[in-house]
T-cell receptor, first 113, second 119 residues
Framework: AQSVAQPEDQVNVAEGNPLTVKCTYS??????LFWYVQYPNRGLQFLLK??????LVKGSYGFEAEFNKSQTSFHLKKPSALVSDSALYFC???????????FGKGTMLLVSP | GAVVSQHPSWVICKSGTSVKIECRSL??????MFWYRQFPKQSLMLMAT?????????EQGVEKDKFLINHASLTLSTLTVTSAHPEDSSFYIC???????????????FGSGTRLTVV
């Protein structure tokens, strides 16, 4: 069975500082990894995905994530946080054969002015 | 890009009534759609996989008779919450995979969600 762990319920960062939201996963075979962002009472917006290729993936709104196979991690990063980045972030995984996503529990990112 | 439209955005209904939520793929065909439920400050829990022209596949613990899923066309899946009760109040989200390299292969597109409140 596949699983995702987001160890932090909340991450606090000051505007302009770099941010990291952690994610580790467990899956059979090669993983397909995703990051989504959710604003209050809204659906999920796609940020980025890793399927194959370069371990550093660049996505929307200046976010990037680094795939680390040995550590089974896919941490989300941004060099300079904005207040508008404050939202709920979900990491998700599926295996190469399946069709369903498994989500982490989510991490609330709060960026203070 | 691929868009999934979900309606209504919010609905309030009385206990014992039924509520239908629609999920449409606007610019692609979706043979499979996914229905999730999200409780406050919690993750998305997959309820069922909706398959066009056949029965939905429900996750363990999800009542098939309570949450009726119909996927009658390649662009529309519906979730009907039957005989709703206050404990069914939640945020419901649908999703589909466009499955086309030009639309984000391996990616999933989500609807905007439906906030259901049963009073």
């Amino acid at each position: 069975a596949q699983s995702v762990a987001q160890p932090e319920d909340q991450v606090n960062v000051a505007e302009g500082n770099p941010l990291t939201v952690k994610c580790t996963y467990s899956v059979s075979g090669n993983p397909y990894l995703f990051w989504y962002v959710q604003y209050p009472n809204r659906g999920l917006q796609f940020l980025l995905k890793y399927i194959t290729g370069d371990n550093l993936v660049k996505g929307s709104y200046g976010f990037e994530a680094e795939f680390n196979k040995s550590q089974t991690s896919f941490h989300l990063k941004k060099p300079s946080a904005l207040v508008s980045d404050s939202a709920l972030y979900f990491c998700a995984v599926r295996d190469w054969q399946g069709s369903t996503l498994t989500f982490g529990k989510g991490t609330m990112l709060l960026v203070s002015p | 890009g691929a868009v999934v439209s979900q309606h209504p955005s919010w609905v309030i209904c009385k206990s014992g009534t039924s509520v239908k939520i629609e999920c449409r793929s606007l610019d692609f065909q979706a043979t499979t759609m996914f229905w999730y439920r999200q409780f406050p400050k919690q993750s998305l829990m997959l309820m069922a996989t909706s398959n066009e022209g056949s029965k939905a596949t429900y996750e363990q613990g999800v009542e098939k008779d309570k949450f009726l899923i119909n996927h009658a066309s390649l662009t529309l899946s519906t979730l009907t919450v039957t005989s709703a009760h206050p404990e069914d109040s939640s945020f419901y989200i649908c999703s589909a995979n466009p499955g086309d390299p030009g639309l984000g292969f391996y990616g999933y597109t989500f609807g905007s969600g439906t906030r259901l409140t049963v009073v």
